[in-house]
């Protein structure tokens, strides 16, 4: 408690109070008599002669620990004290609500958890947002974008009890969804999950950090559909409320400065800092809000303290030498957290009785008035003005750091407890008392039944709570699953090339930035393509489109390029359609979401093509592309440079030998690792056919690569049933008669495998099957599906996989440029003998020959391998030894997975 704050410094360091006051003074006349925009100049002149004397000052960037917005320059309050006073009693009813839906499903089962602390803390944020700013989706407007803390969600659902969305026999079943659908009713997912309430949930916020980023995305893919002219520009906002503890997720501040660059002025974030997280303070020694007052106001967005509520104006007023705002500075947040938890006179005590001048400021209250002295986040009035001045901030995002207390109201069972986060059981006393608190119309045994309470349908709060809805377009949150159906070109029209490629030689990668080329072009579907890069465009052969269709820059562009006179230059421009994110993958994602979920967020259908390096993909994001799979995505995800052994060079880092794992455990992700440009076209045209004509809620994972290989076309006859076995998973690419082996070859490898195959003969007269496999996951997954068909209703379906390889035992060996995993996965599904390789282990740099002979997965590899397997039996360890000499290689090396 005895810090040195700046304000108690400068006290110390004033070596002339005198002069001090007439600088200060000169500055209050000249604000009276000139106004706000004088003043600002005249300290702006100040602070540069500052500088060129080399005093090097510089703004602290913190503001003393009291509210940004003054009470005079508050907007007043629709409705005035009376609709005050109602949303007061219905933020009373919400927290009942809330806190009942919690403590009735653990009074019943333990295990199923929640959060009461946290609605208990945010209420009053959210309900100044319902009544008076959140607007809904209807004919006149779109609606805004509003992500919700989520383990606030208790409180969401029980607005949309008291909206009438919801029934007591929905608030009933809370967490348990399984038991409810049985029952035949909805439960409540415990977290907003679009995926488990599509008809309610918009957004995911479960895992904390992907909400801010997202939030921002979000607003930024507003202004790009604007900018391009596809939506009429709208005064449409995106709100997140956050936690305080969420802000130190990486993800929650990475894009901050994209926000204020592109001066997103639809965006406003309501950090809920109620000084707690799980564990205990954010920042018990410091002040979080101060904290993140210079983060916020570092990256340029408009910083909106909102600390105390009016119940403290009077006190300030009476501040005259300021010693209640240096006290406030002085104290660290783990020491409002125990004012928090404490009662009137130990803050009295131990707060007022700090100083005698505090003593004197305190004396004129009551301790039960400094009990209830309020913080900023739970006084609607405060709450409204700052909402209201964000929302009419131009040319800036605003951040609200609104102060409140960690289960407010729960008094000594929870209210800045430490352990507060996880209470979720409240005895009958603690129960009473919150009751009481709230002044809940509520008898003993009402409370002691943990009843929902909704007042009749003709009483002043219900009547108030519909009227502001009404008014604001009604109920949200609200999903909207648009129909709307974009037509697709015909195959032929973009992917001729492909379809028919005759040899020529082109690696994926090139095949694909054709086909968006071509796709870009379509009159019906161009404009709806969104490429998104993370500044590897040129890396993937796609400088080509800069020119063609414009990188997008809210901005236009202010500079003449370096290489204007080139036909490829680097445009940029207003209406330009690639999104260029820049070195953030993480950024890249959260706009592919934005694009992804237009067609339910904006109710225009997009269609996203991220290209990115695999390896940064799954791994290094994948949490964002979970909460995007969450929100029912639809669009292409391309992992470029795939391969652990196909990359060649780039090494360890880079080599990509596991996203294909990852992504196979995403269900509605359809994952595929073509091997020829005609695979990888027709995978493209049949993922746009499923999300835009059938709008089905899947999303496309394809790999491609950079090795120019020679293409072949399309099978002339019987492309139908290539096209099937390509989108099922797996096709014939050299059939024989009765082979002794069958291989399975995935993306680059196999040419591997087709290259094994000819060894195989040609060495040993060995005949062998060559298929493509598209994708393991596809076929492991309808695998799964039949199998258990087969347990459980006893069909006779065959999976694909089985089919495929139906009439004859000859061994299988599948290779893989992905961990041995991946081709495990069918294992079960394969009657013969079943060998596979693949790439585990760490990467390395070098070519891509002497990479897949490392990892023992090229087409001598592959042919020793299904040798050991056919000579199982029949040839001596020395015979093998002589074979694997006679193929060149060494059975001595480290093993593959390199350790
Ligand atoms: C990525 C991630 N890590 C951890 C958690 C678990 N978790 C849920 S809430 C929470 C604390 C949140 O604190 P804060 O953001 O301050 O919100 P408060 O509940 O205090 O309002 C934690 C750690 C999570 N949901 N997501």
Redesign the pocket.
């Not at 707690?276 to 564990?279: E, G, I, K, T, V």
């Given at each position: 408690m005895d810090m040195m704050t700046p304000e108690h410094l400068i006290r110390q360091l004033d070596t002339d109070a005198a002069e001090t006051a007439e600088w200060i003074a000169s500055l209050h006349s000249v604000l009276q008599a000139e106004g706000p925009e004088r003043a600002r100049f005249l300290l702006s002149q100040l602070a540069s002669a500052a500088r060129e004397a080399g005093l090097n000052w510089r703004d602290a960037r913190i503001t003393p620990y009291v509210n940004t917005i003054r009470p005079q320059d508050e907007a007043p309050y629709p409705g005035g004290a009376d609709a005050v006073a109602i949303e007061e009693r219905l933020a009373s009813i919400m927290r009942w609500n809330a806190l009942a839906m919690v403590v009735r499903a653990n009074r019943a089962y333990g295990e199923l958890g929640g959060?009461i602390?946290?609605y208990a803390?945010?209420a009053d944020l959210f309900e100044v947002g319902f009544n008076h700013f959140f607007r809904a989706r209807d004919d006149q407007h779109a609606g805004d974008l509003v992500y919700f803390?989520?383990?606030?969600a208790p409180g969401i659902y029980a607005r949309a009890f008291l909206e009438g969305r919801l029934s007591e026999e929905n608030l009933a079943h809370y967490r348990q969804e399984i038991t409810a659908q049985a029952g035949g009713t909805q439960g409540l997912s415990s977290?907003p999950h679009p995926w488990l309430m599509p008809d309610f949930w918009q957004f995911p916020t479960?895992?904390?950090?992907?909400g801010p980023i997202s939030a921002i995305y979000q607003a930024r893919f507003m202004r790009y559909l604007e900018h391009r002219g596809l939506v009429p520009p709208q005064q449409r906002r995106v709100w997140g409320v956050?936690?305080?503890?969420?802000?130190?997720?990486p993800e929650s501040l990475a894009a901050l400065s994209l926000a204020s660059r592109e001066k997103l002025d639809n965006l406003v974030f309501v950090i809920?800092c109620?000084l707690?997280?799980?564990?205990g303070p954010?920042r018990g020694n410091g002040h979080v809000v101060d904290e993140l007052e210079t983060l916020f106001g570092g990256a340029g967005w408009n910083v909106i303290k909102l600390l105390w509520g009016s119940d403290w104006d009077p006190l300030f007023a009476r501040d005259e030498h300021g010693e209640l705002v240096d006290a406030l500075n002085r104290t660290v947040d783990g020491q409002l957290q125990t004012f928090a938890a404490n009662d009137g006179p130990f803050n009295r005590e131990h707060f007022f009785g700090q100083t005698p001048g505090l003593a004197s400021i305190g004396a004129v209250l009551t301790d039960d008035e400094i009990d209830r002295l309020k913080r900023g986040g739970h006084d609607l009035r405060k709450i409204h003005a700052a909402y209201h001045a964000a929302a009419n901030h131009r040319g800036r995002p605003t951040v609200i750091l609104a102060q409140t207390k960690?289960g407010f109201g729960m008094g000594s069972a929870g209210q800045g407890k430490m352990t507060t986060?996880q209470q979720k059981k409240l005895e009958l006393d603690d129960l009473l008392q919150f009751r009481d608190r709230f002044n809940l119309p509520l008898t003993d045994k009402q409370v002691e039944n943990l009843e929902f309470y909704k007042p009749a349908p003709d009483s002043e709060e219900m009547k108030h709570l519909s009227a502001c809805r009404a008014a604001l377009g009604g109920s949200l949150p609200r999903r909207i699953d648009s129909k709307v159906q974009v037509a697709v070109p015909a195959l032929e029209s973009h992917a001729a090339f492909a379809l028919d490629a005759d040899h020529k030689e082109m690696s994926t990668t090139m095949a694909l930035v054709r086909m968006l080329g071509g796709l870009l072009k379509d009159p019906v579907l161009g404009k709806h393509v969104v490429p998104i890069v993370a500044d590897e465009a040129r890396t993937f052969g796609m400088a080509n489109l800069f020119r063609q269709v414009g990188i997008y820059s809210a901005q236009g562009q202010l500079y003449q390029p370096e290489d204007i006179g080139s036909i490829l230059y680097y445009r940029e421009a207003k209406d330009g359609q690639i999104l260029e994110e820049g070195i953030t993958e993480a950024g890249a994602i959260s706009s592919w979401t934005s694009a992804a979920t237009s067609y339910s967020v904006n109710g225009l259908p997009m269609l996203p093509f991220y290209i990115y390096y695999s390896m940064f993909g799954f791994q290094r994001i994948g949490?964002l592309i979970w909460a995007a799979a969450d929100q029912r995505a639809r669009g292409f995800l391309i992992g470029a440079t795939s391969g652990r052994t196909t990359l060649g060079g780039e090494g360890l880092q880079h080599q990509d030998g596991s996203s294909h794992l990852v992504s196979a455990t995403i269900p509605n992700c359809r994952s595929y690792d073509p091997a020829y440009a005609y695979e990888m076209a027709v995978i493209v045209d049949d993922g746009m056919q499923r999300m835009l004509e059938k709008n089905e809620d899947v999303f496309y994972y394809v790999t491609v690569t950079n090795e120019n290989e020679p293409q072949p076309s399309m099978p002339a006859e019987g492309r139908e049933h290539v096209r099937e076995g390509i989108l099922r998973g797996m096709h014939c690419v050299l059939p024989c008669e009765q082979p002794a082996i069958r291989l399975l070859g995935a993306g680059p490898l196999l040419k591997e495998a087709v290259a094994a195959a000819h060894l195989l003969e040609g060495i040993y007269g060995i005949k062998a099957e060559v298929w493509s496999v598209t994708s393991f996951s596809e076929l492991a997954r309808d695998g799964m599906a039949c199998e258990r068909a087969r347990r459980l209703q006893h069909s006779d379906a065959m999976p694909w996989v089985a089919q495929q390889l139906h009439g004859s035992i000859a061994p299988v060996l599948a290779v893989s440029d992905y961990v041995r995993a991946v081709p495990e996965s069918i294992r079960a599904h394969i009657a013969a003998p079943y060998i596979t390789l693949g790439t585990d282990g760490f990467g390395r740099s070098d070519t891509r020959a002497a990479l897949r002979d490392f990892f023992e997965v090229d087409a001598k590899w592959i042919c020793y391998t299904a040798l050991t397997e056919l000579y199982e039996g029949t040839k001596t360890p020395e015979q093998m030894r002589e074979i694997a000499s006679h193929l060149g290689l060494n059975l001595d090396k480290t093993i593959s997975t390199g350790i």
């Open positions: 959060h602390a946290s803390s945010a803390q989520a383990h606030s977290y479960g895992s904390m950090g992907i956050f936690g305080d503890g969420e802000m130190d997720e809920n109620n707690q997280r799980l564990d954010v960690k986060h949490d």
